[in-house]
């Protein structure tokens, strides 16, 4: 933060009011007027502080006192992406983007809307953002907010995350001075309009990531309140995997002529991920798995099960075995939530266990491995998790386990890919007729209940040796 400094016998001094636009629209120019406040560097000092560099995301238009941040964060030339994007947000224009995660969406949006408030010069007022980014989960709002902190640093420019499971009335107190950019899950930003906390009327730029996600976890009509509080004039940006017809619907009703950029269309997994599906009874999951850590031992991994219940038995079951390992999913709070992150981050453990919803927007870059221990039941849910891995260039692998009764699930997602998964283990079962509907009668008898599979109670010879 820019630390105060004092200046005595001036707190009594009236404010001066600031102007009555929005604080981020197309065209605007830097409002010079107005006071301001004492951390508030001087528009000189910002203006020669800028330094004189050259680089591809100079030329794309990106503020210099961004781009000279990025060499550190080992962001050297834009990502397909983020050369598509940038130019037409530069300029002004409304985006749809299609991508995947992984492709560095969170510059593509994030660079240029820290170049436009730069450029525009103007601080917030109270209870007010000049621009919103929403994100489906509280993970994927942390990680934006921490990139949005490292691409700004060294400017006036503050960012602020507001999610669930962290104290409302600290982020109620934080919200009246105001902010630059805030960062939010639909249902806490709810929340806090409710209460009063912020007024959304002077929000210039809006960002909504991962918009298919938003939809599928329920947020459609949070999303439809919060645009009604928007100003119209403002500039939006909208990232998807996929597009349903919901989520086309959506675009269209926040979007105003937008720019159309796609980049691995949704279904295709990123090059670099070696995949393979290994076949396997459902009582035999858990020791695989532990076959496989245990030959991979070191290196990071992500195991992602269907259920919030299912994914936490697993986690006890891998710790009892001696494995480092971390869960998050729903039933966590915010606070073990992240301590499980940071733990797994800086390599404290080796095994991550998660939930579809809990792990999306992960960006680790030390995964080398995702374990699908359940299929997902929604087939581009499979490309979301194996896309922890492999990023920042790196290579990864994913394997994928699949039980007898999830042979549907399988070949769905090699549907979606259009594209076989190898087969690296097992004997895949035979494919079996889609059974009749109904109790009996004309579609056929009942089939009869299986017993549940036994998790093995002890662990394997190759978990015991590990």
Not at 99 to 123: D, E, V, W
Not at 143 to 167: H, L
């Amino acid at each position: 933060m820019t630390t105060e400094n004092p200046r005595p016998n001036r707190s009594d001094k009236p404010r001066r009011p600031h102007g009555g636009k929005p604080s981020f629209n197309r065209g605007a120019k830097p409002n010079t007027n107005h006071r301001r406040h004492r951390d508030e560097p001087e528009e000189k000092f910002i203006r020669r502080a800028i330094p004189d560099i050259d680089t591809p995301f100079t030329r794309m238009g990106i503020d210099a006192r961004v781009a000279i941040n990025l060499p550190g964060l080992g962001i050297e030339t834009p990502s397909p992406i983020q050369e598509k994007s940038i130019p037409g947000i530069v300029e002004g224009r409304d985006l749809l983007g299609l991508a995947q995660t992984g492709t560095g969406k969170t510059a593509a949006f994030g660079l240029p809307m820290l170049t436009r408030l730069l450029n525009i010069g103007r601080k917030p007022e109270p209870k007010t953002c000049r621009a919103l980014i929403l994100a489906p989960t509280r993970e994927l709002a942390t990680q934006i907010a921490e990139n949005i902190d490292a691409y700004a640093a060294g400017t006036p420019i503050r960012q602020f995350r507001v999610v669930g499971g962290a104290s409302i009335n600290v982020q109620i107190q934080r919200l009246e001075r105001g902010v630059d950019v805030l960062i939010a899950t639909p249902g806490r930003l709810i929340d806090l309009i409710e209460r009063g906390a912020i007024d959304l009327s002077r929000t210039g730029y809006l960002v909504l990531d991962e918009a298919d996600q938003m939809l599928d976890i329920g947020f459609i009509h949070a999303l439809r309140r919060i645009a009604k509080m928007l100003p119209g004039e403002r500039q939006t940006l909208l990232f998807s995997a996929t597009m349903p017809k919901l989520m086309s619907e959506l675009a269209d009703s926040y979007l105003n002529d937008p720019l159309r950029v796609a980049v691995n269309p949704p279904g295709q997994a990123a090059a670099k991920i070696d995949q393979g599906v290994h076949f396997v009874s459902q009582g035999d999951k858990a020791a695989l798995l532990a076959e496989y850590l245990s030959k991979h031992s070191g290196e990071l991994a992500i195991v992602f099960g269907r259920t919030k219940h299912g994914s936490e038995k697993l986690a006890k079951l891998l710790d009892k075995w001696g494995y480092k390992v971390a869960a998050i999913h729903g039933n966590k709070s915010q606070g073990q939530r992240e301590r499980a992150l940071a733990s797994f981050r800086a390599e404290e453990t080796q095994v991550l266990v998660a939930t579809d919803v809990a792990a999306r927007g992960l960006d680790i870059p030390q995964v080398a491995h995702v374990y699908n221990y359940d299929l997902p039941n929604v087939p581009e849910n499979y490309v979301h998790r194996i896309g922890r891995t492999a990023r920042a260039g790196r290579d990864g692998r994913a394997i994928a386990f699949c039980g007898p009764a999830e042979l549907g699930e399988l070949r769905a997602i090699e549907k979606a890919m259009k594209a076989k998964i190898p087969v690296v283990g097992g004997e895949a079962p035979a494919e079996a007729p889609q059974p009749a509907r109904g109790r009996g009668g004309p579609g056929g008898a009942r089939p009869a209940r299986k017993r549940p599979a036994r998790r093995p109670s002890r662990a394997p010879k190759s978990a015991q040796q590990g």
